[in-house]
């Protein structure tokens, strides 16, 4: 009979959320295990743009009351952890951008836009004068207002790696088919957990049916064609603020291994089922550029696009995101989502709670996992991804 190994919490699911909560776990002493049925980095979570959200976007929205304030303390936590201050070091991950841009066309909408940001999170952003614009901009056509976000940009591979070096050895594979029964996986080869943290993220909940903990479980889904473009003319971290509650558009830039310039789109013009045509979210895309930056030629530029099935917890107010990370607690097996790549610390520290709740302390012992094999490193999207002139 197998001798049981036992660990303090066994997490299923690599993405940022499962990464950010090990390393945050294991740094306090607590003896962490991660299994990966994919790759590390996830799906959702190495499809990311990388933006770390001070909640400014979402005051545009009209979401001050809870999401913006609740976003609005995360920054200073991922700063600390990318000065080596923090809870996990982040020190070796690579920052794309310092800043972001919110590119507000003339009229009423952009008046009261500005008057928001400025109310809500003044701090963070500042009006710039035409005169101080980046050259790329003064020379793209653009008509309106540029403002200053202080939000970093993140390269999400990075990241992952840096989450995953110091504990890498703790971090292990489970095969596909026995991602369906974990439990059994579990058991098969003498793992016992206090306890079992899911952050699967579109898995949770077909595995929270199978193992009936869905009561009281409810999730949404809200999907993405995401649109990207290379080579990319110049480096651009902005949004493109509309006439709804979301930008028309978010474009991050990003180098593929060949060293090309990628701008990966995101915002309203990619909030679409991943059944659609991919051909919409390029044509939305090129017609928030060719609106937004009319002096800039993306003629002989190439297109690709990549389908997102992002899903969350539900929405308990108003069907938009929720506030907060999502959690849900079935005997001593927990269901997580962070919501947004900024609220990873937020889900860590509803998982310490629940832990400390339960009386579980920190074992500060680690086990040799050396008899599961490893999980390979996702890739960004980009370096998968069919191109093609568009």
């Given at each position: 009979?197998?001798t049981p190994?036992?660990?303090?919490?066994?997490?299923?699911?690599?993405?940022?959320?499962?990464?950010?909560t090990?390393?945050?776990?294991?740094?306090?002493?607590?003896?962490?295990?991660?299994?990966?049925s994919?790759?590390?980095?996830?799906?959702?979570?190495?499809?990311?743009?990388?933006?770390?959200?001070?909640g400014l976007?979402?005051?545009?929205?009209?979401?001050?009351?809870?999401?913006?304030?609740?976003?609005?303390?995360?920054?200073?936590?991922?700063?600390?952890?990318?000065?080596?201050?923090?809870?996990?070091d982040?020190?070796?991950?690579?920052?794309?951008?310092?800043?972001?841009l919110?590119?507000?066309?003339?009229?009423?909408?952009?008046?009261?836009?500005?008057?928001?940001?400025?109310?809500?999170?003044?701090?963070?952003?500042?009006e710039?004068?035409q005169?101080?614009?980046?050259?790329?901009i003064?020379?793209?056509?653009?008509?309106?207002?540029?403002?200053?976000?202080?939000?970093?940009?993140?390269?999400?591979?990075?990241?992952?790696?840096?989450?995953?070096?110091?504990?890498?050895?703790?971090i292990?594979?489970?095969?596909?088919?026995?991602?369906?029964?974990?439990?059994?996986?579990?058991?098969?080869?003498?793992i016992?957990?206090?306890?079992?943290?899911?952050?699967?993220?579109?898995?949770?909940?077909?595995?929270?049916?199978?193992?009936?903990?869905?009561?009281?479980?409810?999730?949404?889904?809200?999907?993405?064609?995401?649109?990207?473009?290379?080579?990319?003319?110049?480096?651009?971290?902005?949004?493109?603020?509309?006439?709804?509650?979301?930008?028309?558009?978010?474009?991050?830039?990003?180098?593929?291994?060949?060293?090309?310039?990628?701008?990966?789109i995101?915002?309203?013009?990619?909030?679409?089922?991943?059944?659609?045509?991919?051909?919409?979210?390029?044509?939305?895309?090129?017609?928030?550029?060719?609106?937004?930056?009319?002096?800039?030629?993306?003629?002989?530029?190439?297109?690709?696009?990549?389908?997102?099935a992002?899903?969350?917890g539900?929405?308990?107010?108003?069907?938009?995101?929720?506030?907060?990370?999502?959690?849900?607690?079935?005997?001593?097996?927990?269901?997580?989502?962070?919501?947004?790549?900024?609220?990873?610390?937020?889900?860590?520290?509803?998982?310490?709670?629940?832990?400390?709740?339960?009386?579980?302390?920190?074992s500060?012992?680690?086990?040799?996992?050396?008899?599961?094999?490893?999980?390979?490193?996702?890739?960004?999207?980009?370096?998968?991804?069919?191109?093609?002139?568009?």
């Amino acid at each position: 009979m197998t001798t049981p190994r036992q660990a303090d919490i066994v997490i299923f699911g690599a993405g940022i959320a499962g990464l950010w909560t090990h390393a945050y776990l294991s740094n306090l002493g607590y003896n962490a295990l991660l299994l990966e049925s994919d790759k590390i980095g996830g799906v959702q979570s190495i499809a990311s743009q990388g933006i770390i959200h001070s909640g400014l976007k979402f005051a545009f929205a009209g979401k001050i009351s809870k999401l913006a304030k609740s976003i609005s303390a995360m920054p200073e936590r991922w700063r600390d952890a990318l000065n080596e201050k923090g809870e996990v070091d982040l020190s070796g991950a690579v920052i794309n951008a310092q800043s972001q841009l919110l590119m507000i066309p003339p009229g009423f909408l952009g008046d009261i836009s500005k008057t928001v940001a400025k109310k809500t999170l003044g701090k963070n952003v500042r009006e710039i004068a035409q005169s101080e614009w980046p050259e790329e901009i003064k020379n793209s056509g653009f008509k309106g207002s540029v403002i200053f976000m202080d939000e970093r940009v993140l390269d999400i591979p990075s990241v992952v790696q840096t989450l995953m070096q110091p504990y890498k050895d703790s971090i292990k594979a489970i095969p596909k088919n026995d991602a369906k029964t974990p439990l059994d996986f579990l058991e098969k080869n003498g793992i016992e957990a206090k306890k079992i943290l899911f952050t699967t993220a579109g898995e949770n909940l077909g595995i929270a049916a199978t193992l009936n903990h869905e009561k009281g479980l409810e999730t949404q889904s809200r999907p993405l064609l995401m649109a990207m473009m290379k080579p990319a003319p110049f480096p651009l971290f902005a949004h493109f603020v509309g006439k709804t509650d979301k930008p028309v558009a978010t474009v991050t830039t990003h180098t593929d291994q060949n060293g090309k310039r990628v701008w990966y789109i995101g915002g309203l013009v990619a909030e679409r089922p991943v059944t659609a045509p991919p051909e919409d979210s390029i044509k939305a895309a090129k017609k928030a550029l060719a609106s937004y930056l009319p002096g800039v030629d993306i003629s002989e530029a190439q297109w690709a696009v990549i389908p997102i099935a992002r899903s969350e917890g539900k929405s308990k107010t108003d069907g938009w995101m929720p506030d907060t990370p999502t959690l849900h607690r079935a005997g001593n097996v927990l269901y997580g989502w962070p919501t947004k790549l900024t609220f990873a610390p937020m889900l860590a520290d509803a998982v310490l709670k629940e832990l400390q709740n339960s009386n579980i302390e920190p074992s500060n012992t680690r086990n040799d996992w050396s008899f599961l094999t490893s999980a390979p490193l996702a890739q960004p999207p980009w370096e998968n991804a069919t191109w093609k002139r568009s």
